[in-house]
Protein backbone atom coordinates (compact mmCIF):
# COMPACT_ATOMS: atom_id res chain seq x y z
CA UNK A 1 0.00 0.00 0.00
CA UNK A 2 1.31 3.51 -1.03
CA UNK A 3 -0.23 6.11 1.84
CA UNK A 4 -0.36 9.93 1.53
CA UNK A 5 -0.92 11.64 4.39
CA UNK A 6 -1.96 14.81 3.88
CA UNK A 7 -3.18 17.39 6.53
CA UNK A 8 -1.82 20.96 8.14
CA UNK A 9 0.82 21.04 11.05
CA UNK A 10 -0.60 19.76 14.35
CA UNK A 11 -3.37 17.42 12.49
CA UNK A 12 -1.09 14.18 13.96
CA UNK A 13 0.16 13.24 10.90
CA UNK A 14 3.44 12.17 12.63
CA UNK A 15 1.52 9.74 15.39
CA UNK A 16 -1.06 8.47 13.00
CA UNK A 17 2.25 7.75 10.67
CA UNK A 18 3.96 5.51 13.37
CA UNK A 19 0.97 4.29 14.51
CA UNK A 20 0.11 2.62 10.50
CA UNK A 21 3.56 1.87 10.20
CA UNK A 22 3.44 -0.51 12.99
CA UNK A 23 0.45 -1.81 11.68
CA UNK A 24 0.99 -2.75 8.61
CA UNK A 25 4.53 -2.73 8.77
CA UNK A 26 5.41 -0.58 6.08
CA UNK A 27 7.72 2.78 6.64
CA UNK A 28 6.39 6.43 7.61
CA UNK A 29 8.63 8.22 5.29
CA UNK A 30 8.35 12.07 6.79
CA UNK A 31 10.58 14.42 5.03
CA UNK A 32 10.15 16.97 8.42
CA UNK A 33 12.08 14.06 10.23
CA UNK A 34 14.61 14.00 6.89
CA UNK A 35 15.47 17.45 6.86
CA UNK A 36 15.73 17.59 10.53
CA UNK A 37 18.32 14.81 10.88
CA UNK A 38 20.40 16.76 7.99
CA UNK A 39 20.21 19.69 10.18
CA UNK A 40 21.23 17.97 13.61
CA UNK A 41 23.83 16.27 11.66
CA UNK A 42 25.32 19.51 9.82
CA UNK A 43 24.89 18.23 6.26
CA UNK A 44 25.02 20.04 3.27
CA UNK A 45 21.09 19.28 3.05
CA UNK A 46 20.58 20.77 6.11
CA UNK A 47 22.47 23.95 5.64
CA UNK A 48 20.44 24.99 2.52
CA UNK A 49 17.18 23.71 4.51
CA UNK A 50 17.89 24.91 8.09
CA UNK A 51 16.69 28.76 7.00
CA UNK A 52 13.11 27.66 5.34
CA UNK A 53 12.04 25.31 7.92
CA UNK A 54 13.49 28.60 10.98
CA UNK A 55 11.26 30.66 9.39
CA UNK A 56 7.86 28.41 8.77
CA UNK A 57 8.47 28.27 4.83
CA UNK A 58 8.25 25.28 2.79
CA UNK A 59 12.09 24.19 1.40
CA UNK A 60 12.04 24.38 -2.09
CA UNK A 61 10.29 21.91 -4.25
CA UNK A 62 13.39 20.23 -5.67
CA UNK A 63 15.34 19.74 -2.72
CA UNK A 64 12.44 17.89 -1.21
CA UNK A 65 11.51 15.95 -4.59
CA UNK A 66 15.21 14.87 -4.50
CA UNK A 67 15.21 13.37 -1.08
CA UNK A 68 12.02 11.47 -1.90
CA UNK A 69 13.27 10.02 -5.06
CA UNK A 70 16.09 8.81 -3.63
CA UNK A 71 14.17 7.01 -0.37
CA UNK A 72 11.39 5.52 -2.11
CA UNK A 73 13.44 3.67 -4.13
CA UNK A 74 15.24 2.31 -0.73
CA UNK A 75 14.51 -1.53 0.16
CA UNK A 76 12.60 -1.04 2.65
CA UNK A 77 9.80 0.87 1.11
CA UNK A 78 9.69 -1.72 -1.87
CA UNK A 79 6.63 -3.40 0.09
CA UNK A 80 4.67 0.01 0.92
CA UNK A 81 5.05 2.91 2.39
CA UNK A 82 3.24 6.24 4.39
CA UNK A 83 4.15 9.15 3.17
CA UNK A 84 3.76 12.40 6.33
CA UNK A 85 4.32 15.79 4.83
CA UNK A 86 4.98 15.08 1.31
CA UNK A 87 3.46 16.25 -1.11
CA UNK A 88 2.97 19.96 0.20
CA UNK A 89 3.07 21.80 -3.19
CA UNK A 90 1.09 20.88 -6.62
CA UNK A 91 4.66 20.31 -8.48
CA UNK A 92 5.58 18.02 -5.37
CA UNK A 93 2.28 15.81 -6.19
CA UNK A 94 3.58 15.86 -9.90
CA UNK A 95 6.92 14.74 -9.16
CA UNK A 96 5.83 12.04 -7.17
CA UNK A 97 3.56 10.11 -9.78
CA UNK A 98 5.91 10.85 -11.57
CA UNK A 99 8.43 8.90 -9.47
CA UNK A 100 5.93 5.97 -8.68
CA UNK A 101 5.55 5.51 -12.30
CA UNK A 102 9.12 5.17 -13.28
CA UNK A 103 8.56 2.69 -9.94
CA UNK A 104 5.96 1.07 -11.82
CA UNK A 105 3.87 1.92 -8.62
CA UNK A 106 0.97 4.09 -7.71
CA UNK A 107 -0.72 5.88 -4.77
CA UNK A 108 -3.61 3.75 -3.29
CA UNK A 109 -5.00 6.10 -1.26
CA UNK A 110 -4.80 9.81 0.26
CA UNK A 111 -5.58 10.27 4.04
CA UNK A 112 -6.83 14.14 4.29
CA UNK A 113 -6.61 14.67 8.25
CA UNK A 114 -9.05 17.21 9.02
CA UNK A 115 -8.77 19.90 12.30
CA UNK A 116 -9.97 23.63 12.60
CA UNK A 117 -7.11 25.66 12.92
CA UNK A 118 -7.48 27.33 16.70
CA UNK A 119 -7.29 23.57 17.78
CA UNK A 120 -4.10 23.54 15.78
CA UNK A 121 -2.17 26.00 17.64
CA UNK A 122 -3.04 24.67 21.30
CA UNK A 123 -1.95 21.45 19.81
CA UNK A 124 1.23 22.47 18.47
CA UNK A 125 2.69 25.35 21.04
CA UNK A 126 2.31 22.26 23.50
CA UNK A 127 3.85 19.72 21.90
CA UNK A 128 7.15 18.26 22.99
CA UNK A 129 9.50 15.70 21.12
CA UNK A 130 12.11 13.47 22.32
CA UNK A 131 15.58 14.15 21.43
CA UNK A 132 16.56 10.51 20.95
CA UNK A 133 13.75 7.97 19.61
CA UNK A 134 10.99 10.92 18.04
CA UNK A 135 8.61 10.34 20.38
CA UNK A 136 5.77 12.72 20.73
CA UNK A 137 4.48 14.34 23.82
CA UNK A 138 1.78 16.89 24.86
CA UNK A 139 2.24 19.38 27.99
CA UNK A 140 -1.80 18.73 28.37
CA UNK A 141 -3.05 15.73 26.18
CA UNK A 142 -0.41 13.51 26.48
CA UNK A 143 2.24 14.80 29.15
CA UNK A 144 5.14 12.72 29.94
CA UNK A 145 5.02 10.82 33.42
CA UNK A 146 8.68 12.48 34.38
CA UNK A 147 8.54 16.37 33.16
CA UNK A 148 10.94 16.98 30.29
CA UNK A 149 11.86 12.80 29.93
CA UNK A 150 10.79 10.37 27.47
CA UNK A 151 8.59 7.74 28.87
CA UNK A 152 9.57 5.22 26.66
CA UNK A 153 14.11 5.71 26.50
CA UNK A 154 14.48 7.88 28.46
CA UNK A 155 15.71 10.90 26.41
CA UNK A 156 15.24 14.56 26.62
CA UNK A 157 12.17 16.46 25.27
CA UNK A 158 12.61 19.52 23.47
CA UNK A 159 10.26 22.00 21.80
CA UNK A 160 10.58 22.20 17.60
CA UNK A 161 11.87 25.40 17.18
CA UNK A 162 9.00 25.86 14.54
CA UNK A 163 6.38 25.07 17.44
CA UNK A 164 6.64 28.74 18.51
CA UNK A 165 3.81 30.72 18.23
CA UNK A 166 4.79 33.25 15.47
CA UNK A 167 5.85 30.56 13.53
CA UNK A 168 3.03 28.13 13.61
CA UNK A 169 0.61 30.73 12.05
CA UNK A 170 3.03 31.20 9.42
CA UNK A 171 3.40 27.13 8.72
CA UNK A 172 -0.59 27.42 8.68
CA UNK A 173 -1.01 30.21 6.35
CA UNK A 174 1.80 28.49 4.11
CA UNK A 175 -1.01 25.22 4.79
CA UNK A 176 -3.67 27.23 3.23
CA UNK A 177 -2.08 28.53 0.34
CA UNK A 178 0.24 26.16 -0.77
CA UNK A 179 -0.50 22.63 0.58
CA UNK A 180 -4.43 22.61 0.80
CA UNK A 181 -4.60 22.68 -3.03
CA UNK A 182 -3.82 18.84 -3.02
CA UNK A 183 -7.17 18.02 -1.13
CA UNK A 184 -8.67 19.26 -4.55
CA UNK A 185 -6.42 17.71 -6.71
CA UNK A 186 -6.44 14.43 -4.85
CA UNK A 187 -10.56 14.29 -4.69
CA UNK A 188 -10.71 15.05 -8.49
CA UNK A 189 -8.81 11.61 -8.67
CA UNK A 190 -10.74 10.05 -6.18
CA UNK A 191 -8.15 9.07 -4.08
CA UNK A 192 -8.88 11.38 -1.14
CA UNK A 193 -10.73 9.94 1.88
CA UNK A 194 -11.19 12.37 4.64
CA UNK A 195 -10.54 11.61 8.27
CA UNK A 196 -11.94 13.50 11.45
CA UNK A 197 -8.71 14.68 13.63
CA UNK A 198 -10.50 16.44 15.90
CA UNK A 199 -10.49 13.50 18.51
CA UNK A 200 -8.03 11.77 20.57
CA UNK A 201 -5.07 9.60 18.57
CA UNK A 202 -7.00 6.32 19.04
CA UNK A 203 -10.15 7.27 17.88
CA UNK A 204 -8.57 9.39 14.61
CA UNK A 205 -6.27 5.76 13.97
CA UNK A 206 -9.79 3.86 14.30
CA UNK A 207 -11.03 5.73 11.56
CA UNK A 208 -8.01 5.47 9.67
CA UNK A 209 -8.34 1.85 10.27
CA UNK A 210 -11.27 1.43 8.73
CA UNK A 211 -10.85 3.29 5.64
CA UNK A 212 -7.65 1.96 4.69
CA UNK A 213 -8.65 -1.77 5.57
CA UNK A 214 -11.70 -1.32 3.41
CA UNK A 215 -11.16 0.98 0.41
CA UNK A 216 -6.71 1.12 0.31
CA UNK A 217 -5.78 -2.24 0.09
CA UNK A 218 -6.23 -2.94 -3.87
P1 LIG B 1 6.96 18.85 9.31
O1 LIG B 1 7.76 18.08 10.30
O2 LIG B 1 6.30 17.96 8.30
O3 LIG B 1 5.99 19.80 9.96
O4 LIG B 1 7.99 19.76 8.48
C1 LIG B 1 8.77 20.75 9.12
C2 LIG B 1 9.31 21.74 8.09
O5 LIG B 1 10.13 21.03 7.15
C3 LIG B 1 8.26 22.43 7.24
O6 LIG B 1 7.72 23.58 7.88
C4 LIG B 1 9.08 22.80 6.00
O7 LIG B 1 9.93 23.89 6.24
C5 LIG B 1 9.95 21.56 5.84
N1 LIG B 1 9.30 20.54 5.00
C6 LIG B 1 8.91 19.28 5.38
N2 LIG B 1 8.34 18.62 4.35
C7 LIG B 1 8.35 19.48 3.30
C8 LIG B 1 7.88 19.42 1.96
N3 LIG B 1 7.26 18.32 1.48
N4 LIG B 1 8.08 20.50 1.15
C9 LIG B 1 8.71 21.60 1.60
N5 LIG B 1 9.14 21.74 2.87
C10 LIG B 1 8.97 20.70 3.71
Not at 18 to 26: C, L, T
Not at 119 to 148: E, M, W
Amino acid sequence: MDLILLGPPGAGKGTQAKMMADRWEIPQVSTGDILRAAVKEGRPLGLEAKSFMDRGELVPDRVVIGIIGERLEEKDAAGGFILDGFPRTIPQAEALQEILAGLGRKISCVLSIEVEEEKLVVRLTGRRICRNCGQSYHLVFNPPARDGICGRCGGDLYQRDDDKEETIRQRLTVYREQTQPLVGFYESKNLLKRIDGSDSKEKIFSGIVEVVESDCRG
